[in-house]
């Protein structure tokens, strides 16, 4: 089992940027995808982004061309670099790994706030 710890979470104004972190450890070789998902409040957790072992990424439209998903395989991170944030964005952001025979694995989640 991987263990997933993100940090990087805050407040920020409208029209400012964070970068969030997800740290994974044990199980890693077999991991398929790397995602953020976030939930905002009174709301569904919901995919935003996510990014494949061959480095493919995916972006939910609200977030395209403003959220950006990396990874640094040396260090075993993901980061999701998040600009032209918006009060919309509100909400706790989550890392998960997902495997290829269907598990899936949570990082803690991390509370971003974006004031207007």
């Known amino acids: 089992q991987v263990q997933l710890v993100e940090s990087g979470g805050g407040m920020a104004q409208a029209g400012g940027s964070l970068t969030l972190s997800c740290a994974a450890s044990g199980s890693i070789s077999s991991i398929d995808t790397m995602g953020w998902y976030r939930q905002p409040p009174g709301k569904q957790r919901e995919l935003i982004a996510s990014?494949?072992?061959?480095?493919?990424?995916n972006y939910q439209d609200s977030v395209k061309g403003r959220f950006a998903i990396s990874r640094d395989s040396a260090k075993n991170t993901v980061y999701l670099q998040m600009n032209s944030l918006k009060p919309e964005d509100t909400a706790v952001y989550y890392c998960?790994?997902?495997?290829?025979?269907?598990?899936?694995?949570w990082g803690q989640g991390t509370l971003v706030t974006v004031s207007s």
């Open positions: 990014i494949r072992s061959g480095g493919g990424t």
């Open positions: 998960n790994a997902h495997y290829a025979w269907g598990l899936d694995a």
